[in-house]
């Protein structure tokens, strides 16, 4: 069963500006991951947030996790027409390796 | 990072007949790998998880004797869907474990169409 539900589970927004995805989930984890999906491909790693950690930077990326409040969120800033994809969740659920994925967020970046 | 392919990337099947699909991690060893199906505009959903060398552990709901997965060495599983309906129709994507660096490797998919 999945861990968590996404919020939202559409966005649609102009080049240029934020995209500001949230993910909950429900049992104690070890880490949560972010993975962008093109429509019909594979997933593509964003990045890992461990549960010690409170926020995280790669690029134009930033993740942060609230493990009290059992949710994270994922801002994309400047947002590029490329960004259009399905961004999902996905914990550990407690063990190291079997990941559970959140319902995605489909984000729509037009130029 | 590490990279697992998938083969076929799409396949087309008649109902009743059986499919196989491959997963293989190309430059890691797997000790476990884990299969995905996902419907159109849904997320990931856990099939099963396999380990070289033994059972599959599957997902409640997914039935075992209809996916057949096999683990048989470090960077090779598959998964047969055995006689396949339209309901079956989804996209089936595979992982590798790389327990030395403790991380996931995702494949690229195959699209499961069955008429």
């Known amino acids: 069963s999945q861990q968590g539900e996404e919020d939202p589970q559409a966005l649609s927004i102009q080049e240029g500006e934020n995209a500001t995805m949230n993910c909950s989930y429900k049992?104690?984890?070890?880490?949560l991951q972010w993975y962008r999906q093109n429509s019909g491909r594979g997933l593509v790693h964003l990045i890992l947030i461990r549960s010690n950690e409170r926020e995280k930077h790669s690029g134009r990326l930033r993740v942060t996790l609230d493990t009290s409040k059992k949710s994270s969120s994922l801002l994309i800033t400047a947002s590029r027409a490329a960004d259009t994809a399905s961004y999902f969740c996905?914990?550990?659920?407690?063990?190291?390796?079997?990941?559970?994925f959140g319902a995605g967020t489909r984000l729509a970046v037009h130029p | 990072g590490a990279v697992v392919s998938q083969h076929p990337s799409w396949v087309i099947c008649k109902s009743g007949t059986s499919v196989k699909i491959e997963c293989r991690s190309l430059?890691?060893?797997?000790?476990?790998m884990f299969w995905y199906r996902q419907f159109p505009k849904q997320s990931l959903m856990l099939m099963a998880t396999?380990?070289?060398?033994?059972?599959?552990?599957?997902e409640q709901g997914v039935e075992k004797d209809k996916f057949l997965i096999n683990h048989a060495s470090l960077t090779l599983s598959t998964l047969t869907v055995t006689s396949a309906h339209p309901e079956d129709s989804s996209f089936y994507i595979c992982s590798g474990w790389d327990r030395g660096i403790y991380e996931q490797y995702f494949g690229p998919g195959t699209r499961l169409t069955v008429t």
């Open positions: 396999s380990n070289e060398g033994s059972k599959a552990t599957y």
């Open positions: 996905a914990t550990d659920g407690g063990g190291y390796n079997k990941l559970i």
């Open positions: 430059d890691f060893q797997a000790t476990t």
């Open positions: 049992t104690s984890i070890n880490n």
